[in-house]
């Protein structure tokens, strides 16, 4: 018997943050960063008197992910209490959805090795998150920030139609672009604006009785989440072959070893007494909201992806770079359009030149200096012979830094290459004269000698020849 | 006359013809206040430099002639569960002590802007849990019209500083009676407003779906003056209705002719009411006969649930309402604690008085894995049925009439130590809470004693302003708003 | 009795609740009495009815996302019975 004669069950719960402005519950800011408390009021302290009043926004982007997802969404949905003790919950209560979720039923697909797969979502509902602990390593206390008090989360759950470690990453790459695709959430696991936990069981292959399944948390990166799982299900496995059986528990995922840890076991598990919340009323989407919504739903990443293989013909590998960036994507539909040459081409210079910019100037995509138009009439310029491939990049750079049209920098720096094939060839004749030795070896055999001469026309030229009139020419005139 | 005998509306009528200054009001308050709460006990925390300041502010408005309002320079009593900045709020609870707001709530932000200065924060059942303020962690307060009795509760201190003359109103707040029953104990004027008509932001909550805040006055038309004043709707608060209320003065002398007024067959089968009191509002339904009104039986047969039905919901949401207080951000920590368990533990339980923590258990348990269908879910299902009662009823009856309180005001010690018994006392006062409707208690007789009772007018959801009316047509028949505790020396 | 003695143990524990034994026996006895007490509404037919869940009839609208002023760490933190810097200071948790 060994881990492959199980097959894994794995169910994932992700919790979101919303990019709203102000928290779900009052007006505090949401911006991450800030020193401790620094964005606190009385109603995420938790002060005695306070109430909730839902933020307009957060609504709108969880209709927004229950629709990209395929949900449908519940025109009535219910706020329940879930009640706990811990310091960086400051009421005493976690204000989240129980019976009655926002979205329910829905599905994501993801591109797997053996061919795409539908995960299901069994829900997604809304909750307020929670402060932040820290131990205090020299005064043997914990600090509490409260300033991650009630930013509004997503909290997304998969039946579990997952069935491994590979998968697991693959959906939870895809859910986080989709959910950044949607301008809802910035996709960052390290700074925790995106937390997974997974639920893993494993079930002898052929049976039809599911595993007891296990609940594995503080899972923040996409290494880990594979790891982790891998780790789990090996252990399950060899739990089960020597006899044992599969405890339920949550087990933390620690990172430095590389395995699951039980937490300690709590006498009491949670009984965290849901119940309606009384302070809110039942969340009730008005006539026409969806649709709406709907009708400004972005094209999503696996559909673009798709499509970018399938009508610009673009490799996978290029595909994948362009639409994992939807502000990228959208720029080079944009200047494709105004190009209307190879796309390949125009990847190339994407993912070459375009990111290398960005990245040394530390610029943004959305303040570009330079149009569409302008790098589509580049790339023209490039086709056309008038700039050599690296003249091109030489006024790229020069344009991403003023924005000035690329046809006024080539000519200022002298950069548009000579098309004439006059000049062209009254070059070769020239060179060909002086170095009437060099003629005689390349008439002897030794072809080598044809990148000196193409170099000595490219210095008489002034760099400026066409390389490939002053090839084609030279070939000529040597008689080849 | 002293100016303390004033009502809240002839005050301001003096104030506004500058016959007498809100400092001189302020000051005069003051003065009794520290003649007879040492007696009475109502204050928690008196602000005599706050009061000045604002009195100052409020002259100094009247005579720029831009007075804010009827009520403008006319002094004020809270209860201690409405969050005042800068001035300690501690529910009655020693898990509060030494707590200063930072924050104003809503309504005690419409009170400064109609100019009402504020004396104090006023006594109360911990947590507002209780009908006597004998649950105070501080101390009980006693009822002016015999030091020997209770004053009722949860307000008490705000009923007992308003019949003593010591505030010229006060607010309160009604979860389950807490207005009405002390002011049927005192002898004064209580309304609960229809849940929804007032703001519960910044008031220390106890049971989210019940509670609600409410004016206590020394007559009927201070008690419309000061709803007014606080029947705004605000956007810090969900449950707030977004409705503009009327005004509650306009058709309040209009009286009760045609109107039809429901007698309640299952409140008078109640166990435990004292015959005086039976006697008393049987003989008030009488006098709004007279005045025009018919008299119709109504049934509200779930009536015998509603206990049972509050003490389900209302500890099961005051459990989780009380989970804040955890020694973490604010109040009492325990010292002397090795860890965060312990430190929450300990904290709790030093923290909070034992009718606290028995509702607490209460509601936990009511909401715990196992029992929350059979408990809260059952209770909130029953609680549609009391509700339904009055829809059915409010068919055939513009509004109902009924005693506050099964029994007058009862000595102190005399209950506290047998809780089943100190509900009993809200058993009529409970339904309408549940049924989130508009009910008020104004005096209608006193027992040989010389203890008064009080008569309960429950009206639709949203009608205050004929509650109102029913209340004034009564009250001006008689001379209940005019007599005063035999409290000696002034 | 209702509620055994382990049950009291284990709703105080929900509710943080350290309780002294005296307060434990007392509890017992009081709530098991008012559960006695309780325990009619079971006969309540109500397989027709739907819960109270929300008092309120009429709702207000959804707040606007905009950002308001935060408290300054003097509001924040004026009543804290422990803090360290701007952060509330509690005892370790041991876990």
């Not at chain 1, 709590?266 to 919340?277: G, L, Q, S, T, V």
């Not at chain 2, 504020?118 to 303020?133: C, P, Q, R, V």
């Not at chain 2, 923590?357 to 936990?364: A, S």
Request: proline share 6%; glycine share 10%; with cysteine.
């Amino acid at each position: 018997m060994s881990v492959s004669d199980f097959q894994p069950v794995i169910g994932l719960e992700v919790h979101a943050q919303l990019l709203t402005r102000s928290k779900i519950f009052c007006g505090c800011s949401t911006e991450f960063g800030a020193p401790p408390n620094a964005h606190t009021c009385a109603v995420c302290l938790g002060m005695p008197g306070v109430l909730p009043v839902l933020n307009e926004k957060v609504v709108e982007y969880a209709v927004r992910v229950g629709r990209a997802l395929e949900c449908r969404i519940n025109p009535v949905s219910i706020w329940a209490r879930k009640n706990y003790f811990y310091p960086d919950l400051p009421k005493g209560y976690q204000i989240s959805q129980y019976d009655q979720p926002l979205c329910e039923h829905g599905v994501l697909e993801i591109d797997t090795e053996d061919g795409p797969r539908r995960v299901r979502i069994r829900r997604i509902h809304l909750e307020e998150d929670a402060g932040k602990n820290v131990h205090d390593a020299g005064g043997g206390e914990s600090l509490v920030d409260l300033n991650r008090s009630g930013v509004p989360l997503v909290e997304i759950v998969s039946e579990p139609d997952i069935r491994s470690s590979t998968e697991a990453a693959e959906y939870l790459k895809a859910l986080r672009d989709v959910l950044v695709y949607l301008g809802v959430n910035d996709g960052n696991l390290e700074e925790g604006s995106f937390r997974c936990d997974a639920n893993v069981s494993v079930m002898r292959k052929g049976s039809s009785q599911y595993g007891q399944r296990v609940e594995l948390k503080n899972i923040n990166s996409f290494r880990f989440v594979q790891k982790a799982i891998d780790y789990e299900i090996g252990r399950q496995v060899e739990l089960i072959e020597s006899g044992g059986k599969v405890a339920q528990e949550t087990r933390l995922f620690d990172a430095v070893r590389g395995e699951t840890r039980s937490m300690r076991s709590k006498e009491e598990a949670h009984d965290y007494r849901y119940f309606p919340e009384p302070d809110l009323p039942p969340l009730r989407i008005p006539e026409g909201y969806v649709e709406r919504i709907e009708r400004a739903l972005p094209e999503l990443p696996r559909a673009r992806l798709h499509r970018f293989t399938a009508s610009y013909g673009l490799p996978a590998y290029d595909a994948k770079i362009l639409v994992g960036d939807r502000a990228l994507a959208d720029l080079f539909e944009k200047v494709q359009s105004a190009y209307g040459g190879p796309a390949k081409k125009l990847a190339n210079w994407f993912t070459g030149e375009l990111l290398r910019l960005l990245k040394e100037e530390n610029a943004e995509l959305g303040a570009l200096r330079f149009s569409p138009e302008q790098f589509a009439g580049l790339l023209k310029m490039v086709d056309a012979g008038e700039l050599s491939n690296n003249a091109g990049k030489d006024v790229f750079a020069e344009m991403f830094r003023s924005g000035r049209p690329p046809g006024d920098i080539a000519r200022e720096r002298g950069l548009v290459q000579v098309q004439d094939s006059g000049a062209v060839e009254a070059a070769v004749d020239a060179v060909l004269a002086a170095n009437p030795g060099e003629v005689e070896k390349y008439r002897a055999g030794k072809k080598q000698v044809f990148g000196f001469l193409v170099g000595q026309v490219m210095k008489a030229m002034k760099g400026k020849g066409n390389p490939a009139l002053v090839n084609a020419a030279l070939k000529a005139k040597l008689g080849d | 006359m002293e100016l303390t005998e004033l009502s809240m509306l002839a005050l301001g009528e003096k104030l506004g013809s500058g016959e007498a200054s809100s400092v001189e009001a302020v000051r005069a308050s003051l003065d009794r206040i520290e003649r007879l709460d040492g007696k009475v006990k109502a204050f928690l925390h008196v602000d005599r430099a706050g009061a000045l300041v604002q009195a100052e502010a409020a002259d100094r408005r009247r005579k720029d002639g831009r007075r804010a309002g009827p009520l403008d320079g006319v002094p004020v009593g809270l209860k201690d569960l409405f969050l005042t900045e800068g001035l300690p709020t501690t529910a009655g609870s020693r898990i509060l002590e030494g707590f200063i707001a930072p924050y104003d709530g809503t309504v005690v932000k419409l009170l400064r802007a109609a100019g009402t200065p504020i004396l104090g924060k006023l006594n109360m059942d911990e947590f507002a849990m209780g009908s006597s303020t004998e649950n105070s962690a501080y101390f009980p307060t006693r009822n002016p019209w015999n030091l020997e009795t209770s004053p009722g509760g949860s307000s008490g201190g705000s009923a007992a500083a308003v019949a003593a003359r010591m505030v010229y109103g006060a607010l309160g707040t009604d979860t389950g009676g807490s207005i009405r029953q002390p002011a049927a104990l005192t002898g004064t004027v209580g309304l609960k407003p229809t849940y929804g008509r007032v703001s519960r932001f910044g008031v220390v909550a106890f049971a989210s779906s019940l509670d609600q805040v409410g004016p206590m006055t020394r007559n009927v038309r201070d008690c419309a003056a000061l709803l007014q004043a606080i029947a705004v709707p605000d956007p810090c608060d969900s449950t707030s209705a977004p409705l503009k209320a009327p005004d509650y003065l306009a058709e309040i002398e209009a009286g009760v002719k045609g109107m039809r007024l429901g007698l309640p067959r299952e409140y008078l089968e109640l166990p435990g009411m004292d015959a005086e009191v039976r006697a008393a509002v049987e003989g008030a339904t009488r006098a709004l006969e007279r005045l025009g009104a018919t008299l119709v039986p109504v049934s509200l047969p779930h009536t015998r649930y509603a206990l049972a039905t509050y003490y389900l919901v209302a500890p099961a949401e005051a459990s989780s309402n009380l989970a804040r207080y955890d020694g973490v951000r604010y109040g009492l920590r325990a010292g002397d604690v090795k860890n965060l368990l312990a430190m929450y533990g300990r904290t709790r339980d030093q923290g909070f008085g034992l009718e606290v923590k028995r509702r607490i258990m209460l509601g936990t348990y009511a909401l715990s894995a196992g029992y929350y269908d059979a408990y809260y879910l059952k209770a909130q299902k029953v609680r549609t049925l009391i509700k339904q009662d009055f829809v059915e009823a409010f068919r055939s009856v513009d509004a109902v009439l009924a005693p506050t309180s099964p029994t007058p005001a009862f000595r102190i010690g005399e209950k506290v130590s047998d809780p089943l018994a100190m509900y009993l006392n809200d058993v009529f006062t409970l339904p309408c809470n549940l049924a989130g409707l508009p009910g008020l208690s104004l005096p209608c007789g006193f027992t040989r004693a010389g203890l008064p009772i009080g008569l309960q007018i429950l009206g639709r959801p949203w009608d205050e302003a004929r509650v109102l009316r029913i209340a004034r047509a009564f009250e001006r028949e008689h001379d209940f708003d005019r007599r005063s505790p035999p409290l000696g020396a002034g | 009795m209702s509620l055994t003695l382990e049950e009291v143990r284990h709703v105080a524990g929900l509710a943080r609740l350290s309780l002294s034994a005296e307060e434990e026996a007392l509890m017992r006895t009081q709530l098991s009495a008012i559960l006695d007490a309780v325990a009619e509404l079971s006969r309540v037919d109500t397989s027709k009815v739907e819960p109270t869940s929300h008092a309120a009839g009429e709702v207000p609208p959804w707040r606007s996302d905009e950002v308001r002023p935060s408290f300054p760490p003097e509001k924040a933190l004026g009543n804290a019975p422990g803090k360290v810097g701007t952060s509330f200071a509690v005892p370790k948790i041991i876990e």
